[in-house]
């Protein structure tokens, strides 16, 4: 079993490596992290650099693929090119295609969630009916073989759902209890509903310029 | 504020990432990624290489440092060297000095958890008690100045829990927020009192033997 992380300048480091360390620890797992180039790739704050060592065209058919979300993945969904057209290829053979965050609109501009439903960041939901899907508020939606995430943290849950089914809940459970994923926030405020409505507004507001000055500063 | 992750070869990297992700949101934080030298350096599964760009010497005072666990990470405590040597000298000078999972044990290698009460990875936490500290099954343990976090992913708690300190209850709120931090792991299976015994007694045997794996295929 073939499962493939797919980076891309700007993703989320968080929600990449959390649905990584659950796969990693997946018996009979081969987790491969791709990106279009191989060399240098920074996450969304600049501050961690990966060195990637295989390319999308060298793994066109995992059996899972995952794709990140990042601050400005809304815009490269939407531009398009060779990440979308990989998601579009390799879904074709998948046991599952899958996103955290708002790698969600990565899978869309594919044609994946035409007609589906799915989950992406509260702040970007509203974009997803542009490819066709219903939004929800789940953290983890399954539909058919396309199962995608809430925001950034959400893909721990969703790789632990997927493990599930793939190995069985015990494998799972193991798993969950290697990482220690007893989760005890010292606040309720993780989703827009628990969150107070001021806070809301807030990292509405701060998310909505840090798109804006990440991609006036994109190279692309 | 400078927030110092302290990198080694063989790190797990949700055990970084994890804070790693909220305190990259704080505002006023100048979050550096450090390590012993320069260059490439692989995580515990050998599958994620990064690029240090900043050594531990040329960050000799952080506010805040980080060590994260790893599957090794025991006997690289006990070894001792250049990590060990940096937080025993910038703990003099920390706001907070802290851990995840088994980075637990370099904080005690370093003399920083004699007398103090502590958290580690449930399986490494026998471990605490030769450097000095009391082990307890807390999710994040604040002594003093000294907080840390539990297995892999507590990490989140943990960089949240100290946001709190740090900036407030609504700084620490909104950043949840953000990275929708509202988990719902499909099983309640993340801690050892909470997983079943047949579960539990099989990580304990795979995780002793990927460290004994892992120490035998180690270049130290």
Same mark, same amino acid.
């Given at each position: 079993? @073939?499962? #493939?992380?797919a980076l891309y300048p700007g993703f989320t480091a968080l929600d990449a490596i959390g649905p990584y360390q659950v796969f990693t620890n997946l018996p009979g797992a081969e987790v491969v992290v791709v990106a279009e180039r191989r060399g240098r790739l920074d996450d969304d704050n600049d501050l961690l650099h990966f060195e990637v060592e295989h390319t999308l065209d060298e793994v066109p058919t995992p059996d899972v693929l995952i794709v990140p !979300?990042? +601050?400005? +993945? &809304? &815009?490269? #969904?939407? $531009?398009? !090119?060779? =990440?979308? *057209?990989w998601v579009r290829a390799a879904h074709e053979h998948t046991t599952w295609t +899958?996103?955290?965050? +708002? !790698? #969600? =609109?990565v899978l869309g501009a594919a044609g994946v969630l035409d007609g589906k439903t799915a989950t992406t960041h509260w702040h970007a939901a509203e974009h997803l009916a542009r490819y066709g899907a219903t939004s929800t508020e789940q953290r983890v939606v399954v539909d058919g073989k396309v199962v995608t995430a809430a925001g950034v943290s959400a893909g721990i849950d969703l790789a632990l759902t997927l493990v599930g089914k793939l190995a069985g809940d015990e494998v799972a459970q193991a798993i969950q209890l290697g990482i220690e994923y007893d989760? @005890?926030?010292?606040? *309720? #405020?993780g989703a827009p509903s628990k969150a107070p409505a001021a806070i809301r507004d807030l990292v509405d507001q701060v998310m909505t310029q840090a798109e804006a000055d990440m991609? $006036?500063?994109s190279p692309a």
């Open positions: 079993m @073939q499962i #493939a992380f !979300g990042g +601050t400005i +993945t &809304r &815009r490269i #969904a939407e $531009a398009g !090119g060779p =990440l979308v *057209d +899958t996103s955290v965050c +708002t !790698g #969600a =609109l989760p @005890q926030p010292p606040y *309720d #405020a991609w $006036a500063s």
